[in-house]
């Protein structure tokens, strides 16, 4: 209560915009994900790893965008690239070189030789279930219990599915997330726990058009793929004749150069990008096999969009993955990180924290349970979530500004500083003394 009343009192600029906001917006947002009780904290502005509230409040910022801004906020090489490109045009709907180039620097990264560009993390999902159907001309996609990919209808089932609906773990049931959808939207989805290569090959059959997953999942902070998972998961796409899809939304640009398809050497079928790939300008991408860029190619399933390809994200994406997020930059997120969690590892241990840190390329979490999580159901009832949503305000009201909601992860971009993370381990620690004393 303590800490609730003192987000509160710090943050009543944001409290009167919000009943401003709340007029116009549901909830006072622009996007559901950025709600947050009693209101959201309005942002004015940032710079590199810190931004700023409409109160004035100064946070290091872990939050990065739901882990768009590796780059930094008002990266200078990102900026003087879209301002380049601003003075010479910025929509066309006709193809530049900027986007050859994004494309090519994506092929050497991915290793999938055909791409095409969208708007956002769900157009690529979206984009990618149509591949799989019409590669396959069968209709049921799989998916993994608990994981988002977008807000389009088909992969809208089991996004968090509330417990007293999801069925037996032997037999998840289909849950439609939120209302609004056509019937049949669930039932042409089937839905695995994740890390279970067994409960997989159990609902693969001639119906199956694709299996889509996160390689490893980060919106239950990140539960990563047990050893053989992934090589299991493939082998039995391929013997199903299934195509397999990696959203990798969140890792891709993220964790490695290549993403999670890199680091665990797993290549699917088609991979789904956007978040940190462009540089804090929206957009995305999808990449895929010769051969689904042949059925895009004849125009058996269509990929298009007015904005696919938008010369400001290109020369946005350009930058990022040509000039910022370079091989050094890749390693010195992934040590960096690797010292954020070793600090935070400290604190668990010196306060005999019921909890552990999990971590991924720039990407890291405390996760508020003694065990290892490895799916969806772990996460329900394996997490202290009184702990995790208490740790949020301490960082908060500390300047440390993270994600609403228990599920995310912390984000590092190339512009955090050792002072920056620091600034997380001492609200860590303030948190980790106060609630054990
Ligand atoms: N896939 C994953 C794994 C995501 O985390 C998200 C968004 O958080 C999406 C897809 C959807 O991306 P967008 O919000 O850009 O539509």
């Given amino acids: 209560e303590r800490e609730r009343a003192r987000l509160h009192t710090r943050t009543v600029r944001s409290g009167e915009l919000f009943a401003r ?15 947050s009780d ?4 309005y942002l004015s502005h940032g710079s590199g790893a810190t931004v700023w509230d409409v109160d004035g409040n100064e946070y290091a910022d872990f939050h990065n965008g739901f882990g768009v801004m590796c780059v930094g906020h008002a990266n200078p090489v990102i900026a003087a690239a879209v301002s380049e ?9 006709a193809p530049t070189e900027g986007s050859i180039v994004v494309a090519e620097e994506l092929r050497r990264r991915w290793g999938l030789p055909a791409w095409r560009f969208t708007n956002s993390g769900t157009e690529s999902t979206m984009d990618a279930v149509h591949l799989a159907r019409g590669a396959t001309g069968r209709d049921v996609m799989v998916k993994i219990e608990g994981t988002y990919h977008g807000h389009h209808d088909a992969v809208m089932v089991s996004v968090k599915p509330p417990p007293d609906r999801m069925g037996p773990r032997s037999a998840p049931v289909p849950v439609p997330y939120g209302e609004g959808f056509a019937p049949g939207t669930a ?62 939304v969140k890792t891709g640009a993220a964790v490695a150069a290549g993403g999670a398809t890199e680091l665990y050497g797993v290549t699917p079928d088609v991979v789904c990008l956007a978040k940190a790939m462009c540089g804090g300008l929206p957009g995305g991408a999808v990449g895929m096999t010769a051969a689904l860029g042949e059925l895009i190619a004849e125009g058996r399933v269509k990929q298009q969009g007015t904005f696919n390809g938008n010369p400001l ?23 960096a990180n690797e010292r954020l969690m070793a600090e935070c590892d400290r604190v668990i241990e010196t306060y005999a924290l019921p909890a552990h840190t999990v971590g991924m390329g720039s990407k890291g979490c405390v996760v508020m349970s003694p065990e290892p ?3 969806y159901r772990d996460y329900l009832t394996k997490i202290h979530h009184e702990l995790t949503d208490l740790a949020w305000l301490f960082h908060m009201n500390r300047g440390v500004f993270m994600t609403p909601g228990q599920d995310e992860e912390w984000t590092l971009s190339v512009m955090h500083s050792g002072a920056d993370r620091q600034r997380y381990v001492d609200a860590f620690e303030t948190f980790a003394r106060e609630v054990t004393a």
Wanted: proline share 8%.
């Fill in 38 to 41: 009693p209101w959201p904290t």
């Fill in 85 to 93: 490109r601003m003075a010479l045009g910025t929509h066309f709907a």
């Fill in 373 to 375: 999580v490895l799916e």
């Fill in 21 to 35: 906001a709340a007029a116009v917006m549901p909830r006072g947002v622009p996007s559901g994900f950025q709600a």
């Fill in 313 to 335: 994200t290109m020369a946005a994406a350009e930058a990022t993955l040509l000039r910022v997020l370079t091989d050094d930059a890749y390693r010195a997120l992934h040590a």
């Fill in 187 to 248: 039932e042409a989805t089937r839905v695995v726990p994740f890390n279970d290569a067994d409960a997989l090959r159990a609902v693969l059959d001639e119906r199956v058009a694709g299996v889509i997953m996160e390689p490893a999942m980060m919106n239950v902070n990140i539960v990563p793929p047990v050893p053989g998972y992934l090589e299991a998961v493939r082998a039995a796409c391929d013997e199903a004749g299934a195509l397999l899809i990696f959203d990798e």
